[in-house]
């Protein structure tokens, strides 16, 4: 057999270099490459020889389909997340900041299943026994019948689980902390953390039992450890929230089983999270109806409308560079809405300094929110409040055309039912609800500018200029 050497794995992609550098050629991140037993990585088991294949029967692509069995929590806001509870047999990872509430959110949904008759298991690698038991208290959680254990090697955690009745859930509180005897490396390298969520996976699709792995992110907000971990797991689901809010938001990011632009919403509390049913009302909160740079997006995530506000503050520079500044949206984007609106409709922001915000620490990834920003930013450059019975969605695009969306008629139902009464939307909206309601129809960005602002824009960028 030839002689095994070492490798050196790039601690953030994974990347295999066959010698030591100082910079990762995958990723371009420095200081990331530790020496690696290449012995304990995937199907490399120390002296194996390759063993003859056994032909697996093939089948076809037609036949029957059995529905995947669930688990629902009771937690509404994680089984929506989930796509109707946990699967059997699968392996879900949890990702999230430190102290965002990973622990917290699986100790409840570790209750609500032993309170429904579930074998629960509960392997925490980074709290004592004592912390997840004061943990449990104060979230009412104590007179479950989860079974703990606080214990970070893989082969014990193996042998502890496979004791007994085969649990339904087990919960593994972080990947990073795993170790396993096969692989030669530190904890937390790489190959510990891989071969380590890798044997997780194997005693779930044996047994059935449902894994759910907690993982670390990043300060990039990538889960820590390889992307392989990711492909790895049937379901990856972060868990988000800004640290100045309450609010937390589960979010799907793959599902083999269910769809992937679901989120759940959270508040923390001290009891612990709290389901929000309605997010809508909890983003638009404290609205100031009357300040200028306030506009409502009607938003969807996944099957869900969600109304959020977005606030624009457009002030004259005391800068050489102006600065351009944005929480809860895509800065490049808001570039580009800068743009059409300079080069389309002569707003100029040169000038000018651009703060943009998404209330409640909520981040808006859909396109379809362009037409609010714009109208947030037109808001407050000319310093007319919208009116504050009206919701704003549609995609611009580089020509200063304005592009219909998606759910048109799920986004207004979402909006009435709040109490907006009127919107502002693209033209030729398909499935716009008919009816003897007057909606807002623009079809190009001008037209938008026109109507919030009128000729005050004008006036107000000749005194800029003057
Ligand atoms: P935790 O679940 O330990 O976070 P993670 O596992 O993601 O690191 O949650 C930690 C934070 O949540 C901590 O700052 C305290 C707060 N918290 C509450 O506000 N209320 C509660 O009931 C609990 C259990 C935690
Ligand atoms: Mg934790």
Known sequence: MAKAKTQFICQNCGTVHSRWVGKCDGCGQWNTIVEEDPMGGIGSGPGKMPKKGRPVALTTLSGEIEEAPRIPTGLAELDRATGGGFV????????????????????QAAAALSRNGHRVVYVSGEEAVAQVRLRAQRLNAADTDVLLAAETN?????????????????????????????????????????????????????????????????????IAGPRVVEHMVDAVLYFEGDRGHHYRILRT????????????????????????????????????????????????????????EVQALVAATALGTPRRAVVGWDSSRLAMIL????????????????YLNVAGGYRIT?????????????????????????????????????????????????????????????????????????????????????????????????????
């Not at 743009?339 to 300094?353: K, N, P």
């Not at 998606?406 to 039912?417: F, I, Y």
């Open 339 to 354: 743009a059409v609106l300079e080069a389309h409709c002569g707003v100029r922001l040169g000038q000018h300094d651009v």
């Open 154 to 222: 893989v082969e014990d955690i193996l042998a502890t689980i496979s004791e007994g009745k085969r649990p339904d859930l087990v919960i593994i509180d972080s990947i990073q902390t795993l170790w396993s005897d096969t692989a030669d490396s530190a904890p937390g390298t790489v190959t510990q953390v891989r071969t380590g969520v890798q044997a997780m996976i194997r005693f779930a699709k044996q047994t059935g039992a449902t894994m759910v792995l907690v993982g670390h992110v990043t300060k990039e907000g990538q």
């Open 88 to 107: 059997r047999g699968s392996a879900v990872l949890i990702g999230g900041d430190p102290g965002i509430g990973k622990s917290t959110l699986l100790m």
């Open 253 to 308: 990011v793959k599902n083999r089983f269910g769809p992937t632009d679901e989120i759940g919403v959270f508040e923390m509390s001290d009891k612990g999270l709290r389901e929000v049913a309605n997010p809508s009302e909890l983003f638009l909160g404290e609205r100031n109806e009357k300040a200028p740079g306030a506009a409502v997006f009607a938003g969807m995530e996944g099957t869900r409308p969600v109304l959020v």
């Open 366 to 466: 859909e396109p379809a929110a362009d037409m609010a920003i714009a109208s947030a930013l037109v808001s407050s450059l000319a310093g007319v409040a919208l009116p504050a019975d009206c919701v704003y969605f549609g995609e611009i695009s580089l020509s200063g055309a304005v592009r219909p969306v998606s759910h048109t008629a799920q986004r207004l139902k979402e909006a009435e039912k709040l109490g907006f009464s009127s919107a502002v939307l693209p033209t030729a909206s398909p499935d716009l609800p008919k009816g003897n309601r007057k909606w807002g129809e623009i079809d190009s960005l001008p037209d938008l500018v026109a109507r919030i602002a009128g000729s005050k824009l004008k006036s107000s960028q000749q005194a800029v200029e003057d």
